[in-house]
């Protein structure tokens, strides 16, 4: 759970540094990490919530949509002309901060208490 948190506070100050630097050169090579970063990051989360048991895998769809939406951003400022879209780009690090905040929340409740539970288990055994 701890490098989960220590992800999520990465991209976060990836948004930062790109909002920060939108008419930049360097938006493009830093959209494209920032883009990797959150895969590999959710490819993290979903092989934990896998190996879990974790119930509600739709966030494997939230996950699709979300690096659709960062892949267009990406396909716009590396086309011939700069496009920005400062507005779209702000709402995908809103709906980022709302997925920590819901989905993993939920998840990470799910963790603790399944972790409460072997433990009280293995102390019964």
């Known amino acids: 759970m701890k490098k989960i948190l220590k992800n999520n506070k990465k991209v976060l100050k990836c948004f930062e540094y790109i909002k920060g630097n939108a008419n930049s050169f ?18 993290y989360e979903e ?4 190996k879990e048991g974790y119930p509600d895998m739709m966030i494997n769809k939230l996950h699709e949509d979300y690096l659709i ?3 267009k951003i990406r396909s716009n400022i590396e086309s011939d002309y700069f496009v920005f879209d400062l507005d779209l780009f702000e709402n995908l690090k809103k709906c980022f901060i709302n997925h920590v905040k819901n989905e993993d929340s939920k998840y990470m409740s799910y963790l603790r208490i399944k972790k409460f539970c072997e433990t009280q288990e293995r102390k019964l055994n």
Request: proline share 0%; hydrophobic share 50%; aromatic share 16%.
């Open 26 to 43: 360097n938006v493009a090579y830093y959209l494209s990490e920032l883009t990797e970063m959150v895969k590999i990051f959710f490819e």
């Open 47 to 50: 092989k934990l919530l896998t």
């Open 69 to 71: 939406d960062l892949s």
